[in-house]
DNA sequence: TAATTCTTTGACAACGATGAATCTCGGTGC
DNA sequence: GCACCGAGATTCATCGTTGTCAAAGAATTA
């Protein structure tokens, strides 16, 4: 590797003068720029990204910190903050915490100090240790949840989204819809579980339709393809009759595809069946799945611009913004039949 | 952040004594290095990993170049890794390239030089191309490929994964086995495409049974459920008849699943589905999809156990290793019928 | 013409750590 | 009693950049 040294020796300038060329400063003659980007071409120069950040203070890395990768939202939303990541110059660390609220903490406090921001989606954090990691570095949330704490969030349109999606099957002319995903254990008051079924409730007011306690499942403690085929088991089981189900996300909808299937019931004729954040699987299960596709492109969009804006001047942002990124209904088979939709986002 | 010489100061020695703690290097009295101790702890005292990188040139962030992320084979495969590499001290940073032969090396030659190892996934690489990143930046290459070059290599077991699928179709009694996914146009030699067709034939020599031209299905240019779903309905227009379908990618089964069921077909009765990767919606599909698990733990275990090896002396390491990981066989609903393998990986 | 400004460039220190060389000092051997 | 040794600690230079300040020369002004 060839140093800024070298580059100056080469086109007979200072090493200073180099550094100024490089990073584009103001106050270099033309003809000493020239002679200094060839020297810098003959030599393949690249800046030593680590001695500038020891130098600068200033760096060019952010943590993204997300429970798994595996999970197709997850690995989705890391690829789109990736790609944004990019456009701002900035290289994105991911760290995995397994959705381990303890691990969380020690994450950040490990690496946090050392990198220039940090992009969160928090799962254990309570509202004092969310105001701990605003402290060590800039950060934005992604989270359902709000925090009492001066950090920037971006939130996806949950209860709006799920409100829409009630809308969709009520226009259709089904009205025993069943709500897949809820969730009456300890959980904070704020999460998407309890936003979404906010949004149910919403679609059948919207609508006139009563609120029955029969059609909510309570799915815990996590939202898999295993459990949301359970909960549609336990419903047919009971003899519960229904015509709908509007499942909290795609995984619990794919278990109820399955398992409304396996009970030998068609899908969209006698159930439709309707999921939340529009993953790949969507697309193509059998049948497709209409789903809530939360704007995941836009909210990595706007969590680098809140990012980026913080670690410039951490000081002068107003302190807590919030952004609620703008859905999309993706209707395919599971509710609207024919085959048309399907192979396609 | 406090720096060694705040720890120093602290504690009353010379910042070469905290940096000697640190590190656990010897010659440091017990009196001394518990002076140093309390006084790290007092003050929270992390080391700068930039300001070390910079003085050791050892760096400790190895990079993971990927086609994508958002495919469920990469994303635990990075997943694996990132876990991995976490054992080894070292941190994981993820760089997609889309498939672009030429952002591939776009890449490497961009941070290449400050990284202190590579994992690579490589689609378009040549030879050369090969030789050069193995040149710039201690490699370990991810590919069913193998390259004229002096690189360490992970593969996975793609012609026997493929040929154990065939004799499990066969055990079963399925004798007309089609193979999804074969690729005839100008892929290289030693590609997962030709590797898998060789590993069908293989599984129908075995078995005695003829390989029929008519029975072998292109797929170009990639493996996607669409073209999946495509290829199967090629077959079935043209009038062949076929019980069992070997799809070499978990998305091109679940295409084969979709067109199949879309035909009037059950599955398994009339026709037996399996695919390739057990990604984690093989598990889930409906029926659930029979597939080759790739040994993806083990894959990442080898590779970074070799880049390992390689970063800490370079020159010493044999040439050119290879390890090829052991697969097993995932037998689920696609195959057997029954839904007691529903649900489970 | 001399004084002043502006433009372009360079010398030097510093970011926070580590490697090499050096120093100190109590303990040995003769 | 003197040279020698080695463990434990220190000093100094250095990694590849960038910020600060000053210098040299060209251009402008009085």
């Not at 020690?106 to 605003?134: F, I, K, W």
């Not at 099957?169 to 897949?180: H, K, P, W």
Request: overall charge negative.
């Amino acid at each position: 590797m060839s140093t800024m040294n070298d580059v100056a020796l080469r086109a007979g300038v200072s090493l200073k003068t180099v550094s100024r060329v490089v990073n584009g400063e103001p106050s270099v003659s033309e003809q000493t720029r020239q002679k200094v980007n060839a020297a810098i071409a003959e030599l393949d120069f690249r800046p030593n990204s680590v001695a500038r950040n020891l130098r600068t203070g200033r760096i060019d890395v952010v943590g993204l910190v997300l429970p798994q990768l595996s999970q197709p939202y997850f690995s989705s939303l890391a690829e789109a903050i990736m790609r944004e990541a990019e456009r701002h110059g900035l290289t994105v660390l991911i760290e995995l915490t397994d959705g381990d609220a303890e691990a969380e903490m020690a994450l950040v406090r490990e690496h946090g100090p050392h990198l220039g921001g940090l992009l969160m989606y928090p799962v254990g954090l309570s509202d004092a240790e969310a105001r701990t990691v605003a402290g060590i570095v800039p950060t934005v949330f992604m989270s359902e949840r709000a925090y009492d704490a001066p950090v920037d969030r971006v939130a996806m349109a949950n209860r709006e989204g799920v409100r829409a999606l009630v809308g969709h099957m009520v226009s259709l002319g089904y009205t025993r819809i069943a709500a897949l995903g809820a969730d009456h254990s300890d959980l904070p008051e704020r999460s998407a579980a309890h936003l979404r079924l906010d949004g149910y409730r919403d679609g059948l007011r919207d609508a006139g339709l009563p609120c029955l306690p029969e059609l909510v499942i309570d799915v815990h403690p996590q939202w898999s393809r295993q459990l949301g085929a359970a909960g549609v088991r336990r419903l047919i089981e009971r003899g519960t009759s229904f015509d709908a189900v509007v499942a909290f996300a795609d995984a619990l909808a794919l278990g109820a595809l399955h398992a409304v299937q396996e009970a030998g019931l068609r899908i969209p004729a006698e159930v439709a069946v309707a999921g939340f954040d529009d993953t790949d699987e969507a697309g193509y299960s059998y049948p497709s799945l209409t789903s809530v596709a939360p704007g995941t492109a836009q909210i990595a969009r706007e969590a680098l611009a809140l990012l980026n804006d913080r670690m410039n001047d951490a000081a002068a942002q107003p302190a807590e913004r919030l952004v609620v990124a703008d859905f999309e209904l993706m209707v395919r088979e599971s509710t609207l039949g024919g085959t048309a939709a399907w192979g396609g986002a």
